[in-house]
């Protein structure tokens, strides 16, 4: 079983970058997919960004070309770079992990969760 703790998370100013870390522990992480997700007040929890267990990233269109997912094996820690932060994406984000390895868009798929890291944007 893996524990997952993400963190990172703060207030920006609209057009302005975090970089939201998931560090595992309890096992190793590179034959999981790792997915971040994200929740606003009143919505449901919605996919941002995937990893398979090979590397490959995937991400939903309002974040492409603004948000990097990337993985450290020897830290056992996956990041999400946020760049050109809007205030829609003000949320709380969560990582979670997949245990075939296959990168699900659907936060019901996933395994495990980490606890949320706050991510607010003013405008």
């Known amino acids: 079983e893996v524990q997952l703790q993400a963190s990172g998370g703060g207030l920006v100013q609209a057009g302005g970058s975090l970089r939201l870390s998931c560090a595992a522990s309890?096992?190793?992480?590179?034959?999981?997919?790792i997915g971040w997700f994200r929740q606003a007040p009143g919505k449901e929890r919605e996919g941002v960004s995937f990893?398979?267990?090979?590397?490959?990233?995937y991400y939903v269109g309002s974040v492409k070309g603004r948000f990097t997912m990337s993985g450290d094996n020897a830290k056992n820690t996956v990041y999400l770079q946020m760049n050109s932060l809007k205030p829609e994406d003000t949320a709380v984000y969560y990582c979670?992990?997949?245990?075939?390895?296959?990168?699900?868009?659907?936060?019901?798929?996933?395994?495990?969760w980490g606890q949320g890291t706050q991510v607010t944007v003013s405008s």
């Open positions: 309890g096992s190793t992480f590179d034959h999981y997919a």
């Open positions: 979670a992990a997949e245990i075939t390895g296959v990168p699900y868009q659907v936060p019901d798929e996933y395994d495990y």
């Open positions: 990893m398979s267990s090979d590397g490959s990233t």
